[in-house]
Each structure stands twice: as structure tokens, then as C-alpha cells.
């Protein structure tokens, strides 16, 4: 198969940094968006490690006899360790965390997509829009069991505490799964500061609207920051095409 991709970064219209992060592997090999916490500078801190030691571990052993679940998941772990270990050089550092969304493209194994928190993973497919993630966030887990609907979520006081992030000697799993991918998908990876301004029915808009995946790249991010743009705002595409 073939990949187009992008991706962009916006801080929004509050916040005066920008703690998200995110990589395109210029092969297409892999992508990832972490959003990170911890005051003003350990959330940066927190989602550039994140991106820097998934994108060294994947690239380092790429070509390695690792099964690619096993070889995404270690990225994973690997960016939990140098975080911590960050805390532990920088002590006032030592409340940041980052969620983190990455997926995969090593054939001829099929794509897999790992999380951790509630950045999140969309696929698009024939103007049907699903959420391939499941948050770990206190809410997600009330909507699931029915305390709680999707629409109470949206505004309750405790709909951004995460139940799991990298940064915590207590992460105990990483979710890794396949992905169901065919020609004419699209991906989208994004931080909460896109999901917690714009509904499914105008994600997909945006998707929809845009052939060019740059202009549907900005066209999500600006609709966002027209709802508040509230936190930093990050979205990585991708258009799967069959090859030529």
C-alpha cells in the first residue's frame, strides 16, 4: 500500500506553550502524537522524550527478528524509562507525564497502533468515522460500564484524569493492537486539544471536505481553535492509496 501523510502543531489560543509533540518517519514507517503534562516545561519535556525514544527504538531495530508488536510495545516501555529517568536527573520535573499515540507500518506484518491516554487514534473509512483508541481516563471507563453517557462526559469536571500515561513507575501496560487498514482510509492521530473542542460528526468534515490532506490538516486545527482552542492542538494524516 501507499501512504501520503502530514501533520501539524498549533498551541492554541490559551496556552503560551506548546506541550504537544509529534514525528512523521519520512518513509512512512511510523507516526506518533504525545501530549504532555507537568508545568510549563516538564509537559514539553515529557512528549519530546517520548517522541525522541520511540522514533531511536523503532528505528534502531527495525530490521531486528522482533515480532512488531513486540517491537512497537518495547518503544513504549523504553520511552516510560527515559522519562522517569528525566525525573530523576531534573527533580523539578517530577510530576510530567505524556500520553502518547503511535502507529506502525512494517510489512508485511499488518499495521498495529499503540496508546497510552487519551491522545487518540480515528480511521475514516467510507464516511464512517470510528475511534480506533479506547481513553484511559476515569470517563472513558464510566461511559463503558453506563454511568455516565458520552454526552455528560463531554462536560464533566474530571474528563481530563488519565488513568494511564508514560512517566509512571506504576504503568504497568501498553495497549498495542492491529488495524483493520484498506485502500481510501484515512488516519488521523490527534491530542485531546482537537477532541475535546470538535464532535466526530466535524472531525469528519474536516476530513471529508479536504482531498488534500494539508488542507484538512489545517482545516481541523482552525475549526478547533474557532470552538476555544483551549489547549494545544495536534494532528497527524494519513491517506492510504493503493500502490501505482
Same mark, same amino acid.
Given at each position: 500500500m501507499k501512504l501520503n501523510f502530514t501533520g501539524s502543531t498549533d498551541p492554541g489560543l490559551i496556552r503560551s506553550n506548546n506541550q504537544d509533540a509529534y514525528y512523521i518517519d519520512p518513509e512512512g514507517r511510523f507516526f506518533i502524537v504525545a501530549d504532555g503534562m507537568g508545568g510549563?516545561?516538564?509537559? +514539553?519535556?515529557?512528549?519530546?522524550?517520548?517522541?525522541?525514544?520511540?522514533?531511536?527504538?523503532?528505528?534502531? !531495530?527495525? &530490521?531486528?527478528?522482533?515480532?512488531?508488536? +513486540?517491537?512497537?510495545? &518495547?518503544?513504549?516501555?523504553?520511552? !516510560?524509562?527515559?522519562?522517569?529517568?528525566?525525573?530523576? !536527573?531534573?527533580? &523539578?520535573?517530577?510530576?510530567?507525564?505524556?500520553?502518547? #499515540?503511535?502507529? #506502525?507500518?512494517?510489512?508485511?506484518?499488518?499495521p498495529l497502533c499503540a496508546h497510552v491516554g487519551d491522545s487518540r487514534l480515528y480511521r475514516l473509512r467510507e464516511s464512517q468515522l470510528e475511534q480506533i483508541t479506547e481513553d484511559h481516563t476515569w470517563i472513558a471507563r464510566a461511559i463503558k460500564i453506563g454511568d455516565l453517557s458520552a454526552q455528560e462526559a463531554r462536560l464533566h469536571p474530571y474528563r481530563h484524569v488519565l488513568s494511564r500515561c508514560l512517566g509512571r513507575e506504576d504503568l504497568h501496560h501498553v495497549d498495542v493492537q492491529p488495524l483493520d487498514i484498506k485502500s481510501g482510509d484515512r488516519l488521523l492521530l490527534c491530542s485531546d486539544g482537537l477532541t475535546e473542542e470538535l464532535v466526530e460528526q466535524k472531525i469528519k468534515s474536516c476530513l471529508e471536505d479536504f482531498s488534500v490532506l494539508d488542507k484538512a490538516a489545517f482545516s481541523l486545527i482552525e475549526a478547533a481553535k474557532e470552538q476555544g482552542g483551549h489547549d494545544n492542538i495536534t494532528v497527524v494524516l494519513v491517506a492510504v492509496e493503493e500502490n501505482s
Open positions: 510549563h516545561a516538564g509537559g +514539553e519535556e515529557a512528549s519530546r522524550i517520548a517522541t525522541q525514544e520511540i522514533k531511536a527504538y523503532l528505528s534502531a !531495530n527495525w &530490521q531486528s527478528s522482533q515480532p512488531a508488536p +513486540e517491537l512497537l510495545e &518495547q518503544a513504549l516501555w523504553a520511552a !516510560n524509562k527515559a522519562i522517569l529517568q528525566d525525573q530523576q !536527573n531534573h527533580p &523539578q520535573r517530577a510530576d510530567m507525564g505524556t500520553t502518547v #499515540v503511535a502507529v #506502525v507500518f512494517r510489512s508485511p506484518e499488518p
